[in-house]
């Protein structure tokens, strides 16, 4: 299965991915084969296994389908793809959308827009290589739209909207350079949140001292504002992510666990997401 093109962020390290968790291991893929009591798509793992869940690039988030009886065709918007986790923002999601949604039993799935899903179908079906079935709630639509999820990704395709304007985005500006020491008083300070977001965003892209890093990390943990909180947990996300392997982390999980510790006291609207996110992050990050 080609993969290459399919994830919006690519390979790129120092991207947050709101859909994308830790990354994945054989005792996550045990556990979650054992709560759905199924065996995955040897295709949907190799997926996940190059990144676990994320949003898809332009050219890979649409799938056309021929409709029975119709002469149009179903559009069917498909912006991200959960990953092989019991995360509620992943494939355990599936669970408390069939509770709450009443989507049917024996489905997995791995992109939604709420009323309407992308599952693999395990009803009557036993074996490691699902169909995969659109379900539109508001239309009373069930209907397969691949015979396995290779063919799917295979025929994801780009939007074409034939009224929306080109747009140049070489005319968009650069990121705005800031010193260390500007951004150091801006978090001190907290009063500029769009400010420390913007800063957090450039020195993820900046070769700085990991010390120095987690130092205005644990500063700005404390901020007042949700926003900047909120990017504390991406930035720590990132951080674990990009030196997940190089083990320039060692001697600063202490660090980083304190810092988890205040994500999880964050009240936000998505301080559960940021807080799983996290753990999973560092311990991944530990483990290697």
Not at 7 to 29: K, N, S, W
Not at 65 to 88: C, F, P, R
Not at 94 to 121: G, K, R
Not at 141 to 166: G, K, M, Q, V
């Amino acid at each position: 299965m080609k993969t290459a093109g399919i994830f919006e962020h690519g390979t790129d390290l120092v991207a947050f991915d709101y859909y994308e968790v830790e990354p994945l291991t054989a005792e996550v893929i045990k556990e979650v084969q054992q709560q759905f009591n199924v065996t995955l798509p040897k295709a949907y793992i190799e997926l996940m296994s190059l990144q676990n869940g994320g949003s898809l690039s332009d050219a890979k988030n649409t799938y056309y389908v021929n409709v029975k009886d119709s002469d149009e065709q179903e559009v069917i918007g498909v912006s991200h793809l959960y990953g092989i986790s019991m995360d509620d923002t992943a494939m355990g999601g599936t669970f408390y959308m069939i509770e709450e949604w009443e989507y049917p039993e024996n489905i997995i799935i791995i992109s939604d827009e709420a009323h309407y899903a992308v599952c693999l179908d395990y009803r009557n079906y036993a074996g490691d290589n699902p169909s995969i079935c659109y379900i539109d709630l508001e239309l009373e639509l069930d209907i397969e739209i691949a015979p396995d999820f290779e063919t799917f990704i295979e025929n994801l395709t780009n939007y074409i909207d034939e009224d929306e304007d080109d747009y140049d985005y070489e005319d968009e500006d650069e990121d705005e350079v800031i010193s260390q020491e500007a951004f150091e008083t801006l978090i001190k300070e907290d009063k500029d949140n769009i400010g420390i977001q913007n800063g957090f965003y450039y020195f993820e892209r900046q070769e700085v001292p990991v010390e120095w890093f987690i130092k205005q990390l644990n500063f700005a943990v404390h901020s007042k504002h949700e926003e900047v909180c909120d990017q504390v947990a991406q930035s720590v996300i990132l951080l674990l992510k990009k030196h997940i392997k190089t083990g320039v982390l060692t001697g600063h999980f202490s660090e980083i666990h304190t810092i988890a510790e205040m994500i999880e006291r964050n009240e936000g609207p998505d301080a559960n997401h940021y807080k799983t996110r996290v753990n999973g992050f560092l311990r991944a990050a530990e483990a290697k």
